[in-house]
């Protein structure tokens, strides 16, 4: 039951970062870019809010795309390849790990 509300959680989540990606958001000054997180910067997170932050990824990267269709077996071997990723490499940028990931 919990592995399906996390699922839950993240299917919203991914849904999230599809319709931010895209979107055209203007940034102001306080604004960062996905860009610019490094993995060491998603690793600090506590854990709630670094699954969060590994399933915008996840998000961000399906919709920059143009897809709208995952796997969730594969989300899990990738999330995990990436937080292994980023453990080792904490300077990498976070989208980065990620993208080289789903290829």
Do not use: Y
């Amino acid at each position: 039951m919990l592995k399906q509300k996390a699922f839950g959680r993240a299917a919203v989540i991914l849904a999230a970062g599809l319709c931010w990606s895209a979107s055209a958001v203007a940034q102001t000054a306080t604004d960062r870019t996905v860009e610019l997180f490094t993995c060491k910067d998603v690793m600090r997170e506590p854990n709630t809010s670094r699954e969060v932050a590994i399933a915008f990824l996840h998000g961000w990267l399906l919709g920059k795309s143009g897809g709208s269709k995952f796997n969730v077996e594969v989300l899990e071997k990738q999330t995990s390849a990436f937080i292994e990723e980023c453990l080792d490499n904490p300077q990498s940028k976070a989208a980065d790990v990620m993208a080289k990931l789903k290829k």
